[in-house]
């Protein structure tokens, strides 16, 4: 099972090619993705147009959906965070540990353009696809 970053979904329909929105094009046809709260609501915000929204939304419900957040990944995130910080790395969004935490609690690989997940790679173990 493959998470796809919003990163990469706002560059896939954008129309922008990266050796990620070639991975998820590829990916879509080939395996599973899935998706969760948290990608989707950072995704979804980001329309303007409700035909886009809609369009977008329609994208989300076809990929299988998982709960990213709830208490015990909010410590497990928690205890992430705090770990990267004792080496000195402050990752810029909570949510990004969120996400690479459900991942690595469930074995699942990343598709990311965001390098604030590089450390979450080296340091806690998250897989990320290439």
Known sequence: MIVVDTSVWIDFVN?????????LDIELENSRIATGDLI??????????ERQFLEAKDLM?????????????????AQNFRRLRKKG????????????????????ELLH????????????GLRVKR
């Open 15 to 23: 129309g922008v090619v990266t050796p990620q929105t070639n991975i």
């Open 40 to 49: 989707i609501v950072e995704f979804l915000q980001g329309f303007r147009e």
């Open 61 to 77: 419900a076809s990929l299988e959906y998982y709960d990213f957040a709830g208490r015990e990944m909010a410590i497990h995130a």
């Open 89 to 108: 790395i402050t990752i810029r969004k909570t949510i990004d540990v969120l996400i690479a935490t459900f991942c690595i609690e469930y074995g699942f």
């Open 113 to 124: 353009n965001d390098r604030d997940f590089d450390p979450m790679e080296e340091i806690l």
